[in-house]
């Protein structure tokens, strides 16, 4: 559905599978701004985790984009993510952002621990 709704815009990187990580992904160009889609295949008990078992089902929130409602993951899971990457380039607009914008501390917490970066 993603992919049907960014139909217009330029696709960077089409829908593949990528075995290394055992995931569809894609990247479009949107309003000059790079957004990116992965599925979740990979089964776990957590809810913590960006791009693996039910969190990013259970913890996402719905973004307009023309006629769709795209689910899109929480920045919380997101932040983990992109810590244990250390990739600062990618965390450091998500930390400003919750400085500004609030975050929810128990899913963060769970998400740090889900990666080994906290507990």
């Known amino acids: 559905m993603a992919t049907a709704a960014l139909a217009g815009f330029p696709c960077l990187h089409p829908p593949a599978w990528l ?3 055992a995931q569809y992904f ?3 160009m949107v309003g000059g701004v ?6 979740v295949e990979v089964e776990t008990g957590s809810d ?4 693996v078992g039910r969190g990013p ?7 307009p984009c023309g006629p769709f409602q795209v689910p899109v993951v929480r920045l ?3 932040l983990a993510t992109e810590l244990v990457r250390d990739r600062a380039d990618r965390y450091q607009p998500l930390v400003d952002h919750f400085a500004t914008h609030g975050f929810d501390a ?3 917490e ?3 621990v889900a990666q080994g970066l906290h507990g």
């Open 106 to 108: 128990g899913l963060l």
């Open 57 to 63: 089902w259970e913890h996402c929130v719905l973004v």
């Open 76 to 78: 919380e899971l997101r």
């Open 110 to 112: 769970r998400a740090l």
């Open 19 to 21: 075995p290394a990580t």
């Open 48 to 51: 913590s985790m960006e791009c």
């Open 34 to 39: 790079q957004v990116e889609f992965s599925t």
């Open 26 to 28: 894609a990247r479009f």
